[in-house]
Every structure is written in structure tokens, then in C-alpha cells.
């Protein structure tokens, strides 16, 4: 069984809609083509995303990121306490507000291209990252633009690079554990080397690249919104012994005041809501915290459920 792929051409169409409801209840994450991110955006990316993690690791430390400040390089990462067996580099808003006050990012000196070709391809994620949020919006049975309001100047989304190098003992390690996507919207560039799977039935599923396609998750945020019609899906990447594997998500996520909860289109008598409200400063903060090291429990949203 695969991963199901939407052409996103005509995406306000009836169709597409009820394309897109089936496999955010089935599947949680899907593959989209026609999706107007040009592809010399895409390329200059993979370019540039080997240009960067092909440097001296002593290089790359100049720009590491901290506990206090999540953007730039890091070798370190950890996903349900256990470390990844891979390297990233994240970029994302400064601030000097909110829970991740002083948070700035962080350029290599020595690429010139690179900021370029990352923000590029950062702000073609956004437009794609919104559209498909406004038609999750109207399956909800809410105005197209009513979950995008709060993802406005203010928003928090950020982008990660992900780099996993060949790995020795690559049955015995993964490249990212099981999780979900704390946010609303994940859309994603990989390379044709295979390696994230999803959960489904108890069953793990690799997504089979497409050089055409955009690999689409939701994340905690829309399983909140959606009462849980829509679940964020469980997914990890292998590791490899055989090849090196790029990848680039882009988490769309909102302003940090942001409370969220089941919206009304999905709550009733017959359907009371699962979720009390979460902040989500209060969430990414203690998400991030657990990503940096190990500081106990990695906070969920079943910490916040009703039920």
C-alpha cells in the first residue's frame, strides 16, 4: 500500500478537497505533485544543503545552535531521548520576545549562495504550506482562511535541514525516532534515496520519492484542531549503510500566542471536544527543550487531552 499523491493544480476543486480529506484521515501524510515550487528552487537547495554539511565539522560548529538560541547547526539531536544519527541546520525568525527569546539566525560565511537558496525554497514552503492548511480549513467545516489567521507576521515556522551520513550499523540505529510533528503543516523536499517511513495499521510504511513531488505531514496542531478526525502520523527515517540521504522539512507553525483547540465544525453534543486548550509558546518551548537534551518526558498533546 503507498502513500497517496494529490495533484494540487486545481486545489480548490470539490475533488481535491475530498482527495485531501481521505488521506489526512487515512494516512496523516501524502505526496503532492503540480505544486509550483519551481524546480530550480528545489535544486538550488540540494545544492547548497551538500555544499554546507560537506564542510569540516570545526566549520560547521561556528554557527551550532545552543538551549537558548534553536537556529543553526547541530550533530546532537535527540528524538524521544534518543540521539539521531544525523546532522541539521535550522533557520527560523529571530525574537527577542516569547518563549524562545533571543533566538537569531545563523549563516556559514563561507557559501555565498547558500541563504539565498535556503530562503527561497523557505518561502515557497510557506505559499504551499497555506494552501493546503486553507483546504484542511474547509473540510473542518470553517471559512478557507480561518485556521491560517494566526500565521501571520508573528508565525513561528522555521526550516531544518537534515543530513544523514552512512551509518555502520544502520539496523541498529535510525536517522530519526518515532514521532510526530508538533505543528500544523510539514511540507518537505527528499532526495531519491529512500528512508521515511510512516505507521499505519501497525505497519511501517517508506515513502517512495518522486522527483516531482512534496512529501506533506500533519502535525499536532491540525490532530487538535480536528478533534482528532485527523491524527498526526507516527514516522521515523532509517538510517543507511548504502547511501547519504538530504532532506528539508519546513514546519509551518503559528504566532506563539496562539491557545488552539478542537475548532467548532468538528465539536458537538455527540462529539464534545478531546482537547483542552494549548498554548503553543508553552508547547514548542518544551519541545525543543527535549530535542536540544534530555530533560525528562518530551511534552505531547495527550498531556492536554480531556478524555
Excluded at 475533488?15 to 530550480?40: K, S, Y
Amino acid at each position: 500500500m503507498k502513500i497517496p499523491v494529490i495533484d494540487v493544480h486545481q486545489f480548490r476543486n470539490d475533488d481535491h478537497l475530498r482527495e485531501l480529506d481521505v488521506a489526512c484521515t487515512e494516512w496523516g501524510c501524502f505526496q503532492i505533485t503540480n505544486h509550483g515550487m519551481p524546480q530550480v528552487v528545489i535544486a538550488s537547495l540540494h545544492t547548497q544543503m551538500g555544499a554546507f554539511f560537506d564542510l569540516p565539522l570545526t566549520t560547521k560548529k561556528t554557527i551550532e545552535r545552543t538551549r537558548t538560541n534553536p537556529w543553526g547547526f547541530f550533530d546532537q539531536e535527540l528524538t524521544k531521548n534518543l540521539r539521531d544519527s544525523k546532522e541539521i541546520f535550522d533557520v527560523g525568525p529571530g525574537t527577542d520576545t516569547g518563549p524562545l527569546a533571543g533566538s537569531a539566525p545563523q549563516w556559514p560565511e563561507n557559501i555565498p549562495a547558500f541563504k539565498s537558496a535556503i530562503l527561497g525554497f523557505y518561502d515557497a514552503s510557506q505559499s504551499i504550506a497555506e494552501k493546503i492548511l486553507m483546504g484542511i480549513s474547509r473540510n473542518l467545516g470553517m471559512p478557507g482562511d480561518f485556521l491560517t489567521s494566526d500565521f501571520g507576521e508573528r508565525q513561528t515556522s522555521f526550516l531544518r535541514l537534515n543530513y544523514y551520513p552512512l551509518c555502520d550499523q544502520a539496523e541498529e540505529n535510525l536517522g530519526i525516532s518515532h514521532h510526530t510533528d508538533a505543528g500544523a503543516v510539514t511540507v518537505m523536499f527528499q532526495d531519491m534515496n529512500p528512508g521515511l517511513q510512516i505507521r499505519r495499521k501497525d505497519e511501517w510504511h517508506t515513502v517512495v520519492p518522486r522527483a516531482d513531488a512534496l512529501v506533506i505531514n500533519i502535525g499536532d496542531i491540525v490532530q487538535v484542531w480536528s478533534n482528532d478526525r485527523y491524527v498526526a502520523p507516527l514516522h521515523r527515517v532509517l538510517a543507511s549503510v548504502e547511501a547519504k540521504r538530504y532532506s528539508a522539512p519546513f514546519f509551518f507553525n503559528p504566532d506563539y500566542d496562539l491557545d488552539y483547540a478542537p475548532v467548532d465544525g468538528v465539536v458537538s453534543e455527540d462529539s464534545p471536544a478531546h482537547y483542552r486548550a494549548i498554548n503553543w509558546g508553552e508547547f514548542r518551548a518544551g519541545r525543543a527543550a527535549g530535542d536540544y537534551a534530555n530533560y525528562g518526558e518530551e511534552i505531547q498533546i495527550s498531556h492536554y487531552r480531556l478524555d
